[in-house]
């Protein structure tokens, strides 16, 4: 589009570029701008040329970090306006409250006092407050003033959405700068393109947030069917969750696309949904199943995909042939319809080693879990039987991070005997948040998952900086609120086997961490762009502060 609108005449440029601009956001107030400003500043190609470029960041797909570093970029090729390459962006919360989402050259302490803002503070809030273009070239009337800024110029240029106010874009200029009498008009158009571009960008958000909702309540809906389908207590959540992340270990060990990944691990638990047809009497004897009784059990993998079937959806797809095909073995032999070989579909060959060995691994109504030795002894066996060998060896030779899944997602009492000590995990760039020999408080199963919850800490912290998608974010949330519990809910387990005397005290402390990272997704769903900034430090203190202080008590 920029290069079509370069290539038209100079006198036909504005009209095609303004009719752009209407088809694309259709903004009056914004063409109005554009028409005057464009007038009086002699339909100057190089204008054209920023506005184009401006419009199309509009279009693509990452973060509002890199938006705004992006804007900085094209804004810099204005030759007259002397860009510092220095810049933020506020928005207003629902306590009218300026949180600063986007920096670009903010230094750590600038970041830090700039973080939340009144409105009607500062240039910034009062370029909110009077719902107008303030432009500052003397820095003795600033709220906050930075020895480096001294002399610097800047506009502090509203944000809105029809009457609504967004926040602020604040962009520095170099103390050289002399205001041409033209550039308050580009200032009111620039002002309005940045406004309808944040304003779509929360636009698309919230239609991403009300997409994710309705397809987790669905996903949460058939979960709670599976949950209700095979032992009808607490120990179902967990089993579904081991298979899962045994799933997609090995599915990251096939070296599956992502989209596979995520397939993998939306569809695998609805592997036993079926079950929901099958009788308490055979689902929880306690004892070895007649033949008869095996023959009943044995229709949940046809029932769980008539239930899963009709359907459009990718997801269910995935979760229709896993649930039909799990157990199918390799030689032909399994069950409902005897497929063999590769004609049994991946997803139900990755299944169907992940839920073998987490059966043999956990206590059944009817069993014991097996020993190690035994378990591994019994797939190698039937390796080509009625695994595919190719699959059972990676599993096999990932034994140390299957063990870590299973302490991870454990069921019954807090034993800690034949623990794996859980490495610290690692991402690519600084951590967040880091695990040390000081965090420790004595107790294997307690520290692997304080570091486990230190992972998941990162991870949030990661999506929120690094993606543009806000799904990915709310992902995050949801994997550590759904760990926080376990986590919680285990760590009680242990106080009272131990009969901590503050055991009640402690249950308060982990109550109100739940209340607020419940509060923070609530939070993301109102407000995207507003995600993190104002929690993400709470919740790194809380966890490191409750662990030295309140859990290294429970250890002696």
Known sequence: MASCILNCSVCGMLDFLLFYIYKTIKNPILTCYLGEAMTSLDKNQEIAKIISNLLETMFKEYSMQKQLKDILRILGELSWLDIDFKAGIFLINKKNELILIASENFNERQKES??????????????????????????????????????????????????????????????????????????????????SIISKRVLDERFKINQFKTEYYQREL?????????????????????????????????????????????????????????????????????????????????????????????????????????????????????????????????CAIADVFDALSSERPYKKPWEMDKIIKFLKENSAKHFDSKILKLFLDSMDEVLQIRDLYRDGSFETDNILELKQFEHESDIFVSWDETLSIGVTLIDNEHKYLIKLMNDLYYSIHENSDITIVLKAIKSLREYTFIHFRDEEQYMLDNKYKKYKTHIKLHKYFEYRLEEFERDVMETPFLVGFEILDFLRDWLIDHILIADKEISF
């Open 114 to 195: 700039c973080s939340r803002l009144n409105v009607g503070e500062c240039y910034c809030g009062r370029a909110v407050e009077k719902e107008k273009i303030i432009y500052s070239c003397d820095e003795s009337d600033c709220d906050i003033l930075y020895e480096m800024d001294i002399g610097k110029k800047h506009y502090s240029l509203p944000l809105y959405e029809a009457s609504k106010k967004l926040g602020v874009i604040v962009i520095y200029l170099s103390k050289d700068h002399i205001q041409k009498k033209w550039e308050l008009s580009f200032m009111e158009v620039l002002s309005s393109i940045l406004s």
């Open 222 to 350: 058939l979960h709670k069917l599976v949950e209700a389908s095979e032992f009808r207590d607490l120990e179902t959540g967990k089993h579904i969750k081991r298979v899962t992340e045994y799933s997609v270990l090995l599915g990251k060990k096939l070296n599956l696309s992502t989209k596979d990944i995520e397939l993998l691990r939306l569809a695998i638990p609805l592997h036993d949904v079926g079950k929901i047809s099958i009788s308490d009497s055979i689902l929880l004897k306690p004892g070895k199943l007649t033949n008869q009784e095996y023959q009943e059990m044995k229709i949940h993998a046809s029932i769980g995909g008539k239930l899963l079937s009709d359907t459009s959806s990718s997801y269910l797809n995935a979760a229709k042939e896993i649930a039909l095909t799990h157990h199918e073995k390799w030689d032909g032999t399994g069950y409902p319809n005897g497929l063999k070989g590769e004609e049994i579909p991946l997803f139900g060959r990755i």
